[in-house]
């Protein structure tokens, strides 16, 4: 019998996060997920009259040819990924694996070499479509995120089927706040940072473009960042695990940065001109996500979290920043994870991962979870 949670999810994911009309192109990019969803996605697309197209992906494969891949042969696949998607009109991928991990083996320079090659597919997909992005839950991340498979599998329809709805209220009011606010400062443990995000704008994030969601992003004045900022939620970014950043900025640039892997972070800052400056400021609020499962989809909508990140900036909301690198550093502001504090131009906005503001307190974890 077919999960009757895949039709609800597939609802969610063509309705409420791309809203596809009649006759739209629609790729679906599937990583390692069950046939199953990728067939009741597609019918969910022709349901809403819309065109689907699908294209399988298999992580192993995938590492086989970064293994090998020449300038030469991604010069191709990049034009031909290109043209594909200038002819979508929504995006919408499901990213499974058994091995998060998987491509921790690939040479920096290969990476490199990829992601560089790919980036103008993926900012066309980013700034021309409507997008969704969203992982799909494997015993690998039940591991991660500490539970059973059963147990993790209900964890995850509840977040991802959550009614975004509630969040519009809270998210309207942080967003105006936000675009009129000039000077950001950040305290907590390890932590005093200063910024600004006067003039930038912010986008709100209602899971229209990731499954899981629940945060409103912009990002700071590129060279005003100054201070330190210690993150306590581990990462995994180009198949490697870091835990203890901490990066330390002058004039918006990380001038230090250390780590569990000091090597390999300095590597990832060191692939090009923008990797050293920040590209996205985002404040999380997701009431049911509430612990760190190096899971970037999941982690960075923490309740009570904010994510800091060096590199690639949107084109809304964002500096102008641009690099191959876009990584979504978190930390956690709830006393559980030792507390903090963010103030916008003096004033107390949120403490404790609680916000304090009458207006923001709708994105309360009482408040969006109140029958």
Not at 359 to 371: H, Q, Y
Request: hydrophobic share 40%.
């Amino acid at each position: 019998m077919p999960d009757p949670r895949y039709d609800q999810l597939s609802r969610v994911l063509t309705g409420h996060a791309t809203k596809l009309k009649p006759g739209e192109k629609v790729l679906i990019d599937a990583f390692d997920i069950p046939d199953a969803f990728v067939i009741a996605l597609v019918r969910a697309v022709r349901a809403a009259k819309a065109t689907p197209f699908v294209q399988l992906h298999q992580a192993r494969i995938t590492r086989e040819l970064m293994l090998g891949a020449t300038e030469a042969q991604l010069d191709v696949s990049s034009a031909v990924e290109l043209a594909r998607m200038k002819k979508m009109d929504a995006y919408i991928a499901i990213r499974g694996s058994h091995n998060i991990t998987e491509l921790a083996d690939v040479p920096d320079d290969r990476m490199r070499l990829t992601t560089g090659k790919m980036r103008p597919v993926l900012d066309w997909r980013i700034n021309k479509t409507k997008w969704v992005v969203l992982r799909w839950p494997t015993a690998s991340m039940a591991q991660q995120a500490q539970m059973s498979t059963e147990a993790f599998e209900d964890f995850y329809f509840q977040v991802c089927t959550f009614d975004y709805a509630r969040f519009v209220p809270g998210m309207k009011a942080l967003k105006a706040l936000m675009d009129r606010t000039d000077r950001v400062h950040i305290k907590g443990p390890g932590t005093d940072l200063r910024f600004s995000i006067k003039g930038i704008g912010s986008v709100m994030c209602g899971g229209e473009f990731n499954i899981p969601d629940g945060e409103v992003f912009t990002a700071p004045v590129r060279d005003s960042v100054e201070g330190v900022i210690s993150f306590n939620a581990p990462t995994i970014y180009q198949g490697i695990a870091f835990e203890n950043i901490r990066l330390e900025f002058a004039k918006g640039r990380v001038v230090n940065a250390t780590a569990n892997n000091p090597d390999a972070l300095n590597r990832i800052l060191d692939s090009d001109a923008g990797a050293r400056f920040i590209g996205e400021f985002a404040i999380g609020f997701n009431p049911h996500i509430l612990h760190p499962m190096r899971d970037i989809l999941f982690d960075e909508k923490i309740a009570g979290s904010f994510h800091f990140t060096p590199g690639q900036a949107y084109e809304t909301g964002g500096n102008g920043n641009k690099s191959r690198v876009h990584w979504d550093m978190v930390n956690i502001q709830r006393p559980d994870t030792g507390g903090g504090e963010i103030w916008f131009d003096g004033k107390l906005i949120r403490k404790d991962g609680l916000f304090t503001l009458p207006a923001l307190r709708k994105l309360n974890p009482a408040e969006l979870t109140r029958a």
